[in-house]
C-alpha cells in the first residue's frame, strides 16, 4: 500500500455502527487483504468515548456467540466533549512523558475564583460561577487549538465598548493563569490531551506499528484528533471508520457544504474532516459487510436535510424517489403530543412494549433532560428502572441535599422554614431513633413555629418557648400533654444545638475552605446518626453516598486553592460547586431499555430508535450568544460559529432517524406555550408531502394511549359533604364570632368544634392579621382601663407609652419595628383625637369585657358567650359597643342582615345582662361602632350603626335561636359554604370538605 494513500471507510446511516465493526472483524482481520496477517487481539480500536469503548466490547462477546475471545486493544480516542481523555504515552517519547499531571477541574475553578475575586472583588459564590465559564471557555479554545494570546487585538475600534471590558476581564486567562498554572506545576487538561495525541501521532508517523490500527466513528470535531485521524489513515495497516458520510448527496450540493453559512448542515463535519485528510468522498468505500445493505431511508434523510442553496433540485429528485418511497417509510413514526405529559406516555409506552419481545430493546434518545425525567417516572408504574445517561444532578441526590440543607438552616439562623426542612429530612435523626426524633420535631414545629418567626437563633427558639408556655398559661391552655411536649421541645433545642455546634463554631466572617467543609460534613453526620446506627454510615449508604462523599473528598484536597471564605456565602457556594454534577447508578436498571442524550447514542443501537422532544430551541438547542466573543471575534480566533454544534446534533439525528425502526416525537405544547418543531421534523414533513407520504407515518394513537393511561376507569362526581353527627355531639357553646362563622360556612364550626381540629397558622410567618389586631387591642385595653372616665392631660404621649410596652416583645421580628410600630403611631394619633369628641358624650368605658348568657328554648341549653372590644355607658344609660378592626370592616348591610352578626348579639348579650364582668350594666346598646385602625394614609375610621331602641340586636338574636333549632335537628348537615357569595376566598377548612372538587364539578349535593 502506498504510504501517502489513506485507507478510509464508512459505514451507512442506520447500520449498527459497533455490531457491524466487531462483526467484520470476528469475520475477517485483514479487511479482505487490506491489513497483514494478524490476530484479533493484535488489532488496536480507537473510539471516542468510553461508553462506545464498553460497548463494542459488548458487540464483540455477542457477535462472537459466547464464545471466549482475546479482545483487540479498545481505547478512547477523545471528542469534543471529552474532557478526560489520556491517551497511554507508552513510547511516545521524553516530551509527551514529562509533561505535567492535568489539573483537577475543581481545584482549577477554585484558583480562578479565588483569582476573580482578588482582581475583581466579586462575591465568591459569583465568582465560583465565573470560573466555571471561564474554565469553559479556555477549555474550548485550547481544543480548538487556537492561540488565546491573539485575544488582545481581537477588538477593533467599531465593536462596542463592552467587548474591550470582556477582553480586559479574559486577560486572566491570558497572562496571569499561565503563570499561575506553572507556578503549581499543572498543566491544562485539554493542552495536554492534546500533546498526548499529537505525539501518539509523532509516533506513528515515524514509527508505524506492524498491528492494525482502526479509528472508528469520530468526526474529527477536536484538531488534534483529527491530526490523529489522518495519520491512522495513512498507516500501512491503518483504517479510518467514519460514521454516517452521506455518499447519495449529488456533487454540486456536497461542494457547497463547508462554505459560510453550512455550519448547521450534518455533514458538514464529515466534509471538514476529508478536507483535512485530504481525501475525497469518491475515497471512501464502504466498510465489508455492509455492501449489501440498502439505505432508502438514508437517502430520503440526505434529500430532506439537503443544503438550502441547492433546494431547487426538490421537484426533480422527489419524483425519481417516489418508487423507494415506501421502503424508505418502513419503520419510521412520527408522533406529535399535545403537550409533554402526553410525548412523555406516548414515549413509555413505546419502550413498555418492547419489554413484550424477547432479547428486544429500545432507547429514548432526547437532550431534553425534563422529557427524559418524565419517562423515567412514566416507566415506574410498571415497576420498571430505566438507565438514564445523564443520571441524576448530584445536588438532588439525598446526601447532599441534606447537606444542603443543613448549610441552609445554619445560615437563615434556625429559621422555621430552614429549621423544619433540615430536621424534617429522612436522615435527620441526631442520635435518636428516625420516626421518634420526627414526632419530636413536629411536636417543636406545632409550639413554636406556626405564625409569625421566633426571634433568631437558638436562644431565639427557647424565648418562642417561654413566651408559648406564659401565653397558655395566662389564658389557661396549658394542659399536661403541652406541658410534655414543651420538654420534649427544650430537650430537641439542647440536642440540635450540640449537633450543629461544629458549623456554628465556624460560622465566623471567614475561615478556612477546608475547615468549612470539615465542619460541615462533622454536622451533616451528627445530625444524620440514628439510635443503633453512626451518621457516617447513614450519609453516605449506597451509591448516591459514595458519589457524593468522592465529591466532599475532592472538595477537601482542592479546598487550599480557595483559601478563605466568608461562612455566609458557604451555602451558595456549595450549591455552586455541586451544580453539574451527576450520579448515573450502575445497576438495578432493566437490561433492554436505556436513555441517552445525544452524544452517548453515538455509534449505539437498539432495536427501536425513539427521538424525543424535537422542538425548535431544544433539539437542535439555539446556537447561543457567546457571552465572550461575538462571531467575528470568533472568526478571527478561528473558532468555528456556533452553528457547528446544530451540526453536529443534525449528524446524530440523522444517525438515530435512519434506523430500522425508528420514533420521532415532539409536543405542540411546553408548559402551555405552544411550540415550534424541529428543522428537521419541518424539512422531513416536507420532502413527505412532496412525496404523497404525508401522514403515512405519523402515529397519533400512541399520544392518546399515553394520554389515556391516566383516565380513571369511571368517573366519580365530588359531591359536597353533607356531616350530620348526633345531636350529643353538636356544640353547645358558641363565641358571637362563631356564629357568623356557622352562617357562612358551617362545616368550619363541624371540622372544629365536632372534630377538634384547631387551625395552623402558616409557617414562618410575618406578623399575622389576627397578631396585628391583638397587639392594637391590648395597647388600646390598657389604655382605656388606665382612664376609663377621662383622658388623661398629654393623651397621645400616655398611648404612646403603653404601646411600646407591648410592642417591646415583638419590635425583634422582621417588618414590626419598621412597618407595624409607624403605623401604630398614626392610629394612636387618629384615636386621641376620636376620643376627645365621643368621650363629651360618656360616662365610663370597659375595655376587653367578657361576657356570656344561656339560650333557652330549646331542646337542650347553648351558651353564647362573647368578648367585647369596647363598651361605652353613655350619659344617656344606654351603650355605645365597639369593635376594634385592623382589617376589613362589614358593611351597614350585612349588619343588619345578620351576615356579620357580632355587634348585634353582643347588644342582645348587655340587654340581658351578659356583661356583668366588669360591672357593665344591663343596658339596650343604642350604637353599633365598628373603629377601623390600618394606621394608613386614613390612619382610622368609624362606622357606627344606630339601634336606639335595641330591635335590630332582637331581630337578629331571634334569628339565631332560630338557626339552633334548625342545627338541633339531627338530619341537619353542616354543609360547606352554603352561602358562596358571602363566603371569603378561603375558608380554613375548605380543603378537607375538597371545596375545589365538588365547586369545579358542579357536584354540590343538593
Known sequence: MPVDSRTLFTMPPGTPFLERLAATLLADTTLGGRFGASELADITILLPTRRAVRALGEAFLRAGGGTALILPSIRTLGDVDEDDLILDPKGAGADALDLPPAMPPLERQ??????????????????????????????????????????????????????????????????????????????????????????????????????????????????????????????????????????????????????????????????????????????????????????????????????????????????????????????????????????????????????????????????????????????????????????????????????????????????????????????????????????????????????????????????????????????????????????????????????????????????????????????????????????????????????????????????????????????????????????????????????????????????????????????????????????????????????????????????GVSAKEAVLTRAAKVEGTPTVASRWWLRLASVLTGLGHENAPRAPHWAVWGHDLDKPAMKIDPVRPRPAPPLDARPGRFSVTEIETLIRDPYAIYARKVLSLPVLDPLDADIAAAERGTIVHKALEKFVAAFPEKLPDHALQKLLEIGEGVFENAMERPGVAAFWWPRFRRIARWMIEYEREHRLGVSRSYAETLGEIEIGGLQRPVVLRGKADRIDLMKDGTLSIADYKTGSVPSKKQVEIGLSPQLPLEAAMAARGGFRDKGVPEALASRLVYLRLTGGETAGEERVTLDPGGDLAEEIFALLVALLKQYEDEATPYLSRPRPMFTGRYGDYDHLARVKEWSASGGDGE
Open 110 to 655: 477554585l484558583h480562578l475564583a479565588r483569582m476573580i475575586v482578588a482582581g475583581r472583588g466579586e462575591d465568591e459564590a459569583r465568582a465560583l460561577a465565573l470560573a466555571a465559564d471561564l474554565g469553559r471557555f479556555l477549555d474550548m479554545g485550547l481544543t480548538e487549538g487556537v492561540d488565546l494570546a491573539t485575544l488582545a487585538h481581537l477588538v477593533p475600534d467599531e465593536f462596542a465598548d463592552h467587548w474591550q471590558i470582556t477582553l480586559e476581564f479574559l486577560k486572566l486567562l491570558t497572562a496571569a493563569w499561565p503563570h499561575a498554572l506553572e507556578q503549581m506545576g499543572y498543566m491544562e487538561q485539554a493542552e495536554r490531551r492534546n500533546r498526548l495525541i499529537r505525539a501518539q501521532a509523532d509516533l506513528w508517523r515515524a514509527h508505524p506499528p506492524a498491528a492494525p490500527v482502526i479509528a472508528a466513528g469520530s468526526t474529527g470535531s477536536i484538531p488534534a484528533t483529527a491530526d490523529l485521524l489522518k495519520v491512522v489513515a495513512s498507516l500501512p495497516n491503518g483504517a479510518v471508520v467514519l460514521p454516517g458520510l452521506d455518499l447519495d448527496l449529488d456533487e454540486e450540493s456536497w461542494s457547497v457544504i463547508g462554505e459560510p453559512g453550512t455550519a448547521s448542515h450534518p455533514q458538514y463535519g464529515m466534509s471538514k474532516l476529508l478536507r483535512h485528510l485530504d481525501a475525497a468522498r469518491e475515497d471512501v468505500a464502504l466498510w465489508p459487510g455492509c455492501e449489501t445493505e440498502t439505505a432508502p431511508r438514508a437517502r430520503l434523510l440526505s434529500e430532506a436535510l439537503r443544503p438550502a442553496e441547492t433546494t431547487e433540485r426538490w421537484r426533480a429528485r422527489l419524483a425519481a424517489m417516489k418508487k423507494d418511497a415506501g421502503a424508505a417509510l418502513d419503520g419510521l413514526t412520527m408522533i406529535e403530543a399535545a403537550g409533554e405529559r402526553d410525548e412523555a406516555g406516548a414515549i413509555a409506552l413505546l419502550m413498555r412494549e418492547v419489554v413484550e419481545t424477547p432479547a428486544k430493546t429500545a432507547a429514548l434518545v432526547t437532550p431534553d433532560r425534563k422529557l427524559a425525567r418524565r419517562v423515567a417516572m412514566e416507566l415506574r408504574r410498571w415497576k420498571i428502572e430505566v438507565d438514564d445517561s445523564g443520571g441524576e444532578p448530584l445536588a438532588q441526590t439525598t446526601p447532599l441535599a441534606f447537606m444542603r440543607l443543613v448549610a441552609a438552616m445554619i445560615a437563615e439562623d434556625f429559621a422555621p422554614v430552614a429549621l423544619l426542612a433540615c430536621l424534617k429530612h429522612p436522615l435527620a435523626a441526631a442520635g435518636e431513633e428516625p420516626a421518634y426524633f420526627r414526632a419530636r420535631v413536629r411536636a417543636m414545629e406545632r409550639i413554636i413555629l406556626r405564625g409569625p418567626r421566633p426571634a433568631p437563633g437558638m436562644a431565639g427558639l427557647r424565648m418562642a418557648c417561654a413566651a408559648e408556655k406564659q401565653a397558655r398559661k395566662e389564658s389557661g391552655r396549658a394542659t399536661a400533654a403541652f406541658e410534655r411536649d414543651l420538654a420534649e421541645t427544650l430537650h430537641l433545642l439542647d440536642t440540635v444545638e450540640r449537633d450543629v455546634s461544629p458549623m456554628v463554631g465556624t460560622w465566623r466572617d471567614a475561615a478556612p475552605l477546608d475547615a468549612l467543609v470539615r465542619a460541615h460534613v462533622e454536622t451533616a453526620e451528627r445530625l444524620s446518626a440514628a439510635a443503633t446506627q453512626p451518621g457516617a454510615n447513614r450519609l453516605w449508604a449506597r451509591e448516591e453516598g459514595e458519589a457524593a462523599a468522592d465529591f466532599i473528598r475532592e472538595l477537601i484536597d482542592a479546598s487550599p486553592a480557595f483559601g478563605p471564605l466568608d461562612a455566609k456565602s458557604w451555602p451558595r457556594f456549595f450549591d455552586q460547586l455541586a451544580e453539574g454534577r451527576v450520579l448515573r447508578p450502575r445497576w438495578g436498571r432493566h437490561p433492554r431499555l436505556f436513555i441517552w442524550g445525544p452524544l452517548e447514542a453515538r455509534l449505539q443501537h437498539a432495536d427501536r430508535i425513539i427521538l424525543g422532544g424535537l422542538n425548535e430551541g431544544t433539539w437542535p438547542a439555539e446556537a447561543g450568544i457567546d457571552p465572550w466573543l461575538n462571531r467575528p471575534m470568533r472568526a478571527a480566533l478561528g473558532l468555528d460559529p456556533p452553528e457547528r454544534r446544530i451540526g453536529l446534533a443534525a449528524h446524530d439525528f440523522v444517525e
